[in-house]
């Protein structure tokens, strides 16, 4: 090989490499991934959903009841006859005797749920209810088709046996007639 012929396959080679990278940089990824989305929405919306975790949809407050025990001073009334006493006074100098009880009592706790839910998930969810409604809306239409068969059948199925049952009437009547004709 000459030089001449060296130099302009290096040339070629070098032009087709600038050509591959500009038509290279002309696909983005807004590009690619519209092309993905056309391809097979479900795997791109798995994708960004493992990605890019869900944002809060939806603050909702509840109140939750709870039962806490309180304890009660009670005076205690084993004997109703007995005066009790609740707390010693200095001025009466008397003493009350006192239990405590356990009693309980319910109360509120505010509790915050945060619902979450992510437009991936309603994305592959639509998709699959259209491709069932698509799967339901074939099947139904060879549903309707089978049906039209079945019921063209059983015309031809009808017109068959009144086929048959002449040809068994026209033969039962040309028996009829030879035996008539012999007696």
Known sequence: MTLDKQIKIVWVILLALIVAAILAGCTTAEKLLDKA???DAAIVAKYARDKYPCTLLKNDTAIIWKDS????????NTNPF????????T???TVIKT???PVKVQLPSKVVTRWYEDSAKLKI?????????KKVSEQTD??????KKVSNKSKENWIWRAIALCLMAWQGWKIYRKIMIKI
């Open 82 to 89: 007995e005066v009790v006493i609740v707390r010693k006074d």
């Open 37 to 39: 989305e056309r391809k």
């Open 125 to 133: 969810n639509d998709d699959h209810i259209r491709s069932l409604t």
């Open 91 to 93: 001025v009466q100098n």
């Open 69 to 76: 025990v309180i304890y009660i001073d009670c005076p205690d």
């Open 99 to 101: 239990i405590r009880v």
């Open 142 to 147: 060879k549903i309707v088709s089978l049906n």
